[in-house]
């Protein structure tokens, strides 16, 4: 059945695609020894001296992802230690004592506010599952393999809601995904934080779990691009992701002195020393650089000049031309009211030109993505001859205008058509006629911009070139 020269042991123990096979002693051992390698490189990072870097590397390369192929196993302790490492490491690097709820929001993944150093033991039940199901059909599934099967199952629902839990029988008929499986763990590890936090813990924790707000920990933290934190500053805004306490409660600030709380929501609400108008100017200036690039050409502490003599507070952002040619000031001041059920982007989008909009960018999409719903498509067949021609025509049009304004010569003349009597017939006119001339390779003396394309035209198709 196997080939003569295939070699063979005794041994009942062995290591197969990075994970061990064998008893629970030899499995240990093995995650042991890989441990034990892993806490060679989780050593090294502290001495970085620089929190942002620190996490970046413990996230990326020096925690859950070098060790991902050993939460496939059923059964093993060490996966809790491995664990304990990785936060030991991140304590260590970052300079901070990580409490209970910390330490678990850190394990969370980015989109649900924590670090990304995820468990693997809270996702080693998933893992199991899903490579089970997927390799060994149901009906071959031996007695062994059910036991494990159901032992992993019941350790899966012991970690997630109820609504989320899942049954041995559903699962060997329909294999899960290990994704699937993981985002019901952490799911049901953010709400367990969110239902035991206080009602500023629930309102930090919604804030760093919105889309994108976990944008500054996957960042690659370059000086060069502006991308790099100091060692201080890393630390404090880690503190602060994590709810735990930057200064000691009642600590009279430097600036104004007034006391200040443990969680740092007096520091961001000071007003001497300047960083509120520093973080109002950056958060203008960002906004601002959005405005340049769709060309609407704003204007930074701009009066509007709507009144002669106005004397109100200029605009933090002045678009000229935002709607229907009449400008639109913007103060960055009110944002604090942006998000709510009252707020200016829920108002925004309940508004009928937002839902306009919409519309529009929706059947756009839908004429890109299926042609034969637009117009060419519609019309009769009588009129779409005269359809093509009107577009080829346009076509030639914007060609010289566009020619015109790379070569910065003005669109001259009173008069687009044939009629006028002025010497002068516009640039326009002339580069329209100087291309029907080299197009046919003659001089001619036709002024009217059909007759001229229809001969071009005409040409083009007995040469077999396309205009």
């Given at each position: 059945?196997?080939?003569?020269?295939?070699?063979?042991?005794?041994?009942?123990?062995?290591?197969?695609?990075?994970?061990?096979?064998?008893?629970?002693?030899?499995?240990?051992?093995?995650?042991?020894?890989?441990?034990?390698?892993?806490?060679?490189?989780?050593?090294?990072?502290?001495?970085?001296?620089?929190?942002?870097?620190?996490?970046?590397?413990?996230?990326?390369?020096?925690?859950?992802?070098?060790?991902?192929?050993?939460?496939?196993?059923?059964?093993?302790?060490?996966?809790?230690?491995?664990?304990?490492?990785?936060?030991?490491?991140?304590?260590?690097?970052?300079?901070?004592?990580?409490?209970?709820?910390?330490?678990?929001?850190?394990?969370?993944?980015?989109?649900?506010?924590?670090?990304?150093?995820?468990?693997?033991?809270?996702?080693?039940?998933?893992?199991?599952?899903?490579?089970?199901?997927?390799?060994?059909?149901?009906?071959?599934?031996?007695?062994?393999?059910?036991?494990?099967?159901?032992?992993?199952?019941?350790?899966?629902?012991?970690?997630?809601?109820?609504?989320?839990?899942?049954?041995?029988?559903?699962?060997?008929?329909?294999?899960?995904?290990?994704?699937?499986?993981?985002?019901?763990?952490?799911?049901?590890?953010?709400?367990?934080?969110?239902?035991?936090?206080?009602?500023?813990?629930?309102?930090?924790?919604?804030?760093?779990?919105?889309?994108?707000?976990?944008?500054?920990?996957?960042?690659?933290?370059?000086?060069?691009?502006?991308?790099?934190?100091?060692?201080?500053?890393?630390?404090?805004?880690?503190?602060?992701?994590?709810?735990?306490?930057?200064?000691?409660?009642?600590?009279?600030?430097?600036?104004c002195h007034h006391n200040m709380d443990a969680w740092g929501h007096?520091?961001?609400?000071?007003?001497?020393?300047?960083?509120?108008?520093?973080?109002?100017?950056?958060?203008?200036?960002?906004?601002?650089?959005?405005?340049?690039?769709?060309?609407?050409?704003?204007?930074?502490?701009?009066?509007?000049?709507?009144?002669?003599?106005?004397?109100?507070?200029?605009?933090?952002?002045?678009?000229?031309?935002?709607?229907?040619?009449?400008?639109?000031?913007?103060?960055?001041?009110?944002?604090?009211?942006?998000?709510?059920?009252?707020?200016?982007?829920?108002?925004?989008?309940?508004?009928?030109?937002?839902?306009?909009?919409?519309?529009?960018?929706?059947?756009?999409?839908?004429?890109?993505?299926?042609?034969?719903?637009?117009?060419?498509?519609?019309?009769?067949?009588?009129?779409?001859?005269?359809?093509?021609?009107?577009?080829?025509?346009?076509?030639?049009?914007?060609?010289?205008?566009?020619?015109?304004?790379?070569?910065?010569?003005?669109?001259?003349?009173?008069?687009?058509?044939?009629?006028?009597?002025?010497a002068n017939k516009g640039d326009h006119s002339r580069?329209?006629?100087?291309?029907?001339?080299?197009?046919?390779?003659?001089?001619?003396?036709?002024?009217?911009?059909?007759?001229?394309?229809?001969?071009?035209?005409?040409?083009?198709?007995?040469?077999?070139?396309?205009?």
């Amino acid at each position: 059945m196997f080939p003569s020269d295939i070699t063979c042991s005794a041994c009942p123990h062995f290591e197969l695609l990075g994970a061990p096979i064998g008893s629970a002693e030899f499995c240990a051992q093995y995650i042991e020894s890989k441990r034990k390698d892993a806490l060679h490189l989780l050593s090294l990072l502290p001495q970085l001296c620089n929190p942002q870097v620190a996490v970046t590397i413990l996230r990326s390369c020096a925690s859950f992802c070098k060790l991902a192929h050993l939460h496939l196993l059923h059964q093993c302790q060490n996966r809790c230690l491995v664990n304990c490492d990785v936060l030991h490491c991140f304590e260590l690097s970052s300079a901070i004592e990580l409490t209970l709820p910390a330490a678990k929001q850190a394990s969370l993944n980015l989109s649900h506010g924590g670090l990304g150093l995820r468990s693997l033991h809270r996702h080693a039940p998933a893992a199991y599952i899903s490579s089970l199901t997927t390799s060994m059909p149901s009906d071959n599934c031996s007695v062994t393999s059910k036991v494990y099967l159901l032992a992993a199952v019941n350790a899966y629902n012991a970690k997630v809601s109820q609504p989320d839990a899942i049954s041995i029988e559903s699962k060997l008929d329909v294999p899960p995904h290990q994704h699937a499986l993981s985002s019901h763990i952490e799911e049901a590890g953010f709400n367990s934080l969110f239902s035991d936090a206080t009602t500023v813990t629930m309102a930090r924790l919604q804030a760093i779990s919105a889309p994108q707000a976990h944008a500054w920990l996957k960042v690659q933290p370059s000086p060069k691009l502006g991308l790099a934190l100091m060692p201080d500053e890393a630390q404090v805004i880690l503190k602060w992701w994590l709810g735990l306490p930057l200064t000691p409660e009642g600590t009279p600030c430097p600036l104004c002195h007034h006391n200040m709380d443990a969680w740092g929501h007096q520091m961001l609400t000071c007003r001497s020393g300047g960083d509120v108008i520093t973080r109002h100017n950056q958060l203008r200036d960002c906004i601002a650089e959005f405005c340049h690039k769709a060309c609407l050409s704003p204007q930074i502490e701009k009066g509007s000049g709507i009144l002669p003599k106005d004397q109100s507070r200029p605009a933090d952002i002045l678009v000229p031309n935002w709607s229907l040619s009449r400008p639109a000031a913007f103060d960055i001041k009110k944002y604090n009211k942006a998000t709510g059920r009252q707020g200016y982007l829920a108002l925004h989008d309940q508004s009928q030109y937002h839902k306009d909009a919409v519309m529009l960018s929706l059947a756009f999409s839908e004429a890109v993505d299926n042609p034969e719903t637009t117009l060419p498509y519609k019309i009769p067949a009588t009129a779409k001859e005269t359809y093509d021609r009107n577009v080829h025509i346009l076509k030639f049009i914007t060609k010289d205008i566009i020619l015109c304004g790379k070569q910065n010569i003005p669109l001259r003349g009173h008069r687009d058509d044939y009629t006028s009597v002025a010497a002068n017939k516009g640039d326009h006119s002339r580069q329209l006629l100087c291309r029907v001339h080299m197009v046919l390779g003659v001089s001619t003396g036709v002024q009217a911009c059909d007759v001229m394309f229809s001969l071009a035209q005409e040409w083009a198709e007995t040469k077999d070139i396309t205009l």
